[in-house]
C-alpha cells in the first residue's frame, strides 16, 4: 500500500527519507505503464528544484509531488481543459489561485493531467490524448472515471500525493471511487475557481483527490485557505441517514456487497444509521431533463468556439454541450428557481442529521472497450456516464458537500462510500468520514 502525505511527511521530518528521494520515487511512478495517457506535460524538472529548496520540509507540502488538473491555470502554460481546441491558445499569465495555494505550501508541481474534454464526463474517455486505465490492478484496462481521470489515477499509482481536481457533478469523487482513493468535495463557494476553466459556474468545485482522509482535510485546508473544526467524538455520537430513494438503486453486486458489509460494520461500532425516504431526490432527473446548468452554462461560454472549431471538438461532448442552445432564458431562470426550492424542502427533510451515507457509485468501473470513442459504443457510453453521475451530481445540486473513501475488500474492485450532507456542513462530514476510514482499515 502507498504511503500518505501524512505519513511520508512524519518520515520526512523524521530524517527518514528526504524530499529529492520522494519526487525521483514519484517521477519514476509517473513514467511507468500505469501512468500511460495521465500527464499531458511534465514538469519533473521544476519539481526536483522545488524539492531541492532549503527549508522546504517546512512547508504543510513539504516539496512532495502534487498533480495539476490540465483545467487549471499554471502560469506561462496554456490551458487546455483536455481539448485539441485550446492546444494553441495563449498561455496563462498567473497561476488559478488554486495552483498559487499549493505553491505557497511547497508543493512540487510534477505536471498537469489528463481529463475529459472540457471535464463534460464521468466516465474518463479522452479520443484526443489517450484514456489513462484504471489505477486497480486488473488485467482488462478499465475505465478511470472523470472528468478528473488523470488527476486520480497520478495520486493512486504513486505520482502524486495530491492530484488537483475540479467536481461538477461528481468529476474528483467517481474517479476516487473506481480507483480506491479518497476524494472530497467541499462546499463550492470555499475555494475560489478564477483561473479554472467553467463547465457550469453554478456548480463548479474546486477541490482535490488524496490517498487518505487526513490528508484531504490537509488539501482543503490549504485550498480554502481555513482551518477544519476537529473533533474526538466517536462515530456513535452522530446521527446518521441513508437515502433509500435513487441512491440505492441497480447496485451492482461487488457495491451491493461492499455497501451491506460497511453497513453492518459502521453498526457494529455503535454508528446509530437510520434509513430515510428522501423522495425529494426523485425531482432530480426531470429537473434536468432538457441538460440543467452544466448544458446551459457550458454553451454559454462555448457558442463561438464551437462555431469555429467544432471538428476539433470529442463528437459526444459536443453533443453535451449543444443541448444549451435549446434552453432559454426563462427556462435557465426557472431551474434556478427549482433548485433553490428543492435544496430548502431538502435541508427540511435532512433536519436532524449530522450526514448521509450512500454508495458513491452503483457499479465497479467498466472495461475502457465497453465505452471507448465509437458510434457504435455510443448508448453504452450514455447509459454508464448516468449511472456514474446519478449519486454524486444530487450533492452538486444540492450545493452540498461530500467525501467518498474506499470500502471494498482487497480482493475486490475499488468501490466508494460517500459522506455527504448539506452546504457548509464540511467539517462534520470530514470529521465522520475520519472515524469511518479508521474503523474500516481495521
Known amino acids: 500500500m502507498l504511503a500518505d502525505l501524512h505519513t511520508t511527511r512524519h518520515l520526512l521530518r523524521s530524517g527518514q527519507t528526504h524530499p529529492p528521494a520522494e519526487i525521483e520515487r514519484a517521477i519514476a511512478a509517473a513514467q511507468s505503464a500505469r501512468c500511460r495517457h495521465?500527464?499531458?506535460?511534465?514538469?519533473?524538472?521544476?519539481?526536483?528544484?522545488?524539492?531541492?529548496?532549503?527549508?522546504?520540509?517546512?512547508?504543510?507540502?513539504?516539496?512532495?509531488?502534487?498533480?495539476?488538473?490540465?483545467?487549471?491555470?499554471?502560469?506561462?502554460?496554456?490551458?487546455?481543459?483536455?481539448?485539441?481546441?485550446?492546444?494553441?491558445?495563449?498561455?496563462?499569465?498567473?497561476?488559478?489561485?488554486?495552483?498559487?495555494?499549493?505553491?505557497?505550501?511547497?508543493?512540487?508541481i510534477i505536471?498537469?493531467?489528463?481529463?475529459?474534454?472540457?471535464?463534460?464526463?464521468?466516465?474518463?474517455?479522452?479520443?484526443?490524448?489517450?484514456?489513462?486505465?484504471?489505477?486497480?490492478?486488473?488485467?482488462?484496462?478499465?475505465?478511470?472515471?472523470?472528468?478528473?481521470?488523470?488527476?486520480?489515477?497520478?495520486?493512486?499509482?504513486?505520482?502524486?500525493?495530491?492530484?488537483?481536481?475540479?467536481?461538477?457533478?461528481?468529476?474528483?469523487?467517481?474517479?476516487?471511487?473506481?480507483?480506491?482513493?479518497?476524494?472530497?468535495?467541499?462546499?463550492?463557494?470555499?475555494?475560489?475557481?478564477?483561473?479554472?476553466?467553467?463547465?457550469?459556474t453554478t456548480l463548479d468545485t474546486v477541490c482535490a483527490l488524496t490517498r487518505s482522509v487526513p490528508d484531504a482535510i490537509l488539501a482543503h485546508e490549504l485550498l480554502a485557505q481555513r482551518q477544519v473544526t476537529r473533533s474526538t467524538a466517536p462515530l456513535s455520537a452522530y446521527r446518521l441517514g441513508v437515502a433509500t430513494t435513487l441512491m440505492?438503486?441497480?447496485?451492482?453486486?461487488t457495491v451491493s456487497r461492499a455497501w451491506q458489509r460497511?453497513?453492518?460494520?459502521?453498526?457494529?461500532?455503535?454508528?446509530?444509521?437510520?434509513?430515510l425516504a428522501l423522495t425529494e431526490l426523485n425531482e432530480l432527473r426531470p429537473m434536468q431533463a432538457g441538460g440543467g446548468f452544466a448544458a446551459a452554462e457550458s454553451y454559454a461560454w462555448h457558442r463561438q468556439l464551437l462555431e469555429r472549431k467544432a471538428q476539433r471538438y470529442d463528437p459526444r461532448v459536443a453533443a453535451r454541450i449543444q443541448r444549451?442552445?435549446?434552453?432559454?432564458?426563462?427556462?435557465?431562470?426557472?431551474?434556478?428557481?427549482?433548485?433553490?426550492?428543492?435544496?430548502?424542502?431538502?435541508?427540511?427533510?435532512?433536519?436532524?442529521?449530522?450526514?448521509?451515507?450512500s454508495p458513491t457509485v452503483p457499479l465497479v468501473a467498466?472495461?475502457?472497450?465497453?465505452?471507448?470513442?465509437?458510434?457504435?459504443r455510443d448508448d453504452a457510453f450514455s447509459q454508464i456516464n448516468a449511472l456514474l453521475l446519478r449519486n454524486t451530481s444530487a450533492i452538486n445540486m444540492l450545493d452540498g458537500c461530500a467525501l467518498s473513501l474506499p470500502c471494498h475488500a482487497s480482493d475486490e474492485l475499488p468501490v466508494g462510500l460517500m459522506v455527504w450532507a448539506g452546504a457548509m456542513r464540511d467539517d462534520p462530514v470530514l470529521n465522520i468520514a475520519l472515524q469511518i476510514e479508521h474503523l474500516l482499515q481495521k
Not at 161 to 187: E, H, W, Y
Not at 248 to 253: I, K
Not at 345 to 350: L, S, V
Not at 366 to 376: F, K, L, N
Open 248 to 253: 440505492l438503486d441497480g447496485l451492482d453486486a
Open 324 to 357: 444549451g442552445a435549446a434552453i432559454s432564458a426563462c427556462d435557465y431562470l426557472e431551474l434556478q428557481a427549482a433548485r433553490r426550492n428543492w435544496i430548502k424542502r431538502m435541508e427540511t427533510a435532512m433536519r436532524g442529521y449530522d450526514a448521509f451515507l
Open 366 to 376: 467498466p472495461p475502457i472497450a465497453d465505452v471507448a470513442p465509437g458510434a457504435e
Open 262 to 275: 460497511t453497513l453492518a460494520t459502521l453498526r457494529h461500532a455503535g454508528a446509530r444509521i437510520d434509513e
Open 111 to 200: 505536471g498537469r493531467t489528463n481529463m475529459v474534454e472540457f471535464a463534460f464526463s464521468g466516465v474518463g474517455v479522452n479520443p484526443h490524448f489517450g484514456t489513462p486505465a484504471n489505477a486497480c490492478a486488473s488485467e482488462l484496462p478499465r475505465i478511470p472515471g472523470g472528468s478528473s481521470s488523470g488527476a486520480a489515477v497520478s495520486v493512486a499509482s504513486g505520482a502524486a500525493f495530491i492530484g488537483l481536481g475540479s467536481d461538477t457533478g461528481g468529476s474528483i469523487r467517481i474517479p476516487a471511487a473506481l480507483n480506491g482513493i479518497v476524494g472530497f468535495k467541499n462546499t463550492a463557494r470555499l475555494v475560489p475557481t478564477e483561473g479554472a476553466l467553467p463547465l457550469s
Open 38 to 108: 495521465v500527464f499531458l506535460k511534465r514538469m519533473f524538472d521544476q519539481a526536483r528544484a522545488v524539492a531541492s529548496s532549503a527549508d522546504i520540509v517546512d512547508k504543510p507540502l513539504a516539496g512532495l509531488a502534487v498533480s495539476i488538473k490540465d483545467l487549471f491555470d499554471v502560469a506561462g502554460q496554456t490551458t487546455s481543459a483536455g481539448s485539441l481546441a485550446l492546444r494553441d491558445g495563449a498561455p496563462a499569465f498567473l497561476d488559478s489561485p488554486a495552483v498559487a495555494r499549493l505553491r505557497r505550501a511547497g508543493a512540487a
